[in-house]
DNA sequence: ATGTTTTTAAATGTCTGACAAATGAAAAAT
DNA sequence: ATTTTTCATTTGTCAGACATTTAAAAACAT
């Protein structure tokens, strides 16, 4: 960790994106200390308060966490997929709000990255998992649900669809794109009888996944995809 | 963006969270102006240096960039997906190898969403899209390249494919997965053999390609998948 | 000797005030 | 009318101070 290179930009952004550069090839530990903030002010020739603006950049991105008190520092943090996820999420949100994404294109990416896990599903689905469906789908079922609640209902049960493939890449890299989707479909009344279709076609699904039935699957969540697009046709051109 | 709930966390990871739920709720228009540091520091009635770490963790996620001068100050930024596209990859990278995934499970998961392509690449595949991959497999073919550089053209021979079906969705969700593959792939050893079958493999995924056959592009993927695997053997157990 | 309390030192968190540097706009000079 | 200069605003950086947290060391009591 020199102190080289402080051409163009801040100071505070260079030293964080060398200290990342640092910890992405491994050079720092998971786990190790970092030196104080006021060594590490002394090491790259700064004042105590660019380094702490260096440190809050990565700590946002969870690169690093700190500690107060006597032997406290900041830490190189073990990123766990939780970690990630959430973030992961809030940045698509926020793409497909800004970029006026189609509600089709977003349905579209959504269903094709699910039929993805269909094959995994059907392998690898635990009866605690159909019982965690199952759950969901019954709970769709009750009236009293506002469009919020079965609309969350929803989201749940397609992130358990998900993970039945047992692929935590699979399980991060969709949530993405499934729970990113919230908003828009947030944004669909669900009268009556388009709830008891979702709900036809999440019971055709689950008998796929119980028969492990990947094909079955595929079907159930296209068929699904046609349905939701055609709801989502009141959301004209774009997202707003 | 009022002063309330300042419970547990630090002040400025408390205003920070603020700003950002402000952003994601649209109560800040994108292009728009936070009030300056000055300003805000007597909104939320903390230090300046306090606001300034809370902007620079909103700045590490490109929520808002920040210009000096006199018209200057922080603005919500509207963000792209080359911009989030960059950090999606580093967190992927770092994911995969803090949490000892399994170079299979990694594999398994890039090759299914990349499949899950295939369908709308069959589609809308098009001919400037067939030249920019035929000129990456030539490229594979010359003798001279290092591993390094063999792996770097595979890898954006696969983001090509991945563009061609024309979702932005796909390709920042696929981004992730493919390109965060890179340093496992960059550990494999790329005989003149696996180099000549990988080019085979390339070569029937482009006919399919051309001949828009979606399950003729399945099928190629598939079985470069199970080589992938083959010649990753090598990296037993995990990435470390 | 052992357990408890107090003290201490180290570290981050926060505030204040100062100055540097960039930048756009207004004012002045040409 | 055009160019130059000045000026005000705002972020970037630094320095010093104090608050707060925390673990370990020291002091104390049992």
Not at 35 to 49: D, I, K, M, T
Not at 214 to 223: P, R, T, V, W
Request: one cysteine or more.
């Amino acid at each position: 960790m020199k102190n080289e290179k402080r051409n163009n930009a801040n100071l505070s952004t260079e030293i964080s994106e060398q200290i990342k550069e640092s910890i992405i090839n491994k050079d720092l530990d998971v786990g190790s200390r970092l030196p104080s903030e006021l060594e590490l002010a002394e090491q790259f020739n700064v004042g105590r308060s660019t380094i702490r603006e260096a440190l809050k950049r990565l700590a946002a991105q969870s690169l690093i966490r700190t500690q107060r008190g006597a032997s406290g520092g900041a830490f190189i943090n073990h990123i766990k997929f939780e970690d990630a996820h959430e973030q992961q999420v809030t940045t698509s949100i926020l793409l497909l709000s800004m970029n006026n994404v189609k509600f089709e294109t977003a349905c579209e990416a959504r269903f094709a990255l699910e039929r993805a896990c269909a094959k995994f599903v059907a392998q690898r689905r635990t009866n605690t998992d159909i019982l965690a469906i199952e759950k969901e789908i019954l709970t769709q079922g009750q009236s009293k649900l506002t469009d919020e609640e079965f609309c969350a209902s929803d989201i749940r049960l397609h992130r358990i669809l998900v993970d039945c493939a047992k692929n935590p890449i699979l399980s991060y890299q969709l949530a993405g794109a499934v729970e990113a989707m919230q908003p828009l479909m947030n944004m669909i009344t669900y009268t009556v009888r388009s709830r008891e279709k979702i709900i036809l076609f999440h019971q055709s699904i689950i008998r796929s996944i119980k028969n492990r039935d990947a094909e079955g699957i595929n079907f159930g969540l296209s068929n699904l995809e046609d349905y939701t697009k055609t709801l989502g046709q009141n959301i004209l051109a774009s997202y707003k």
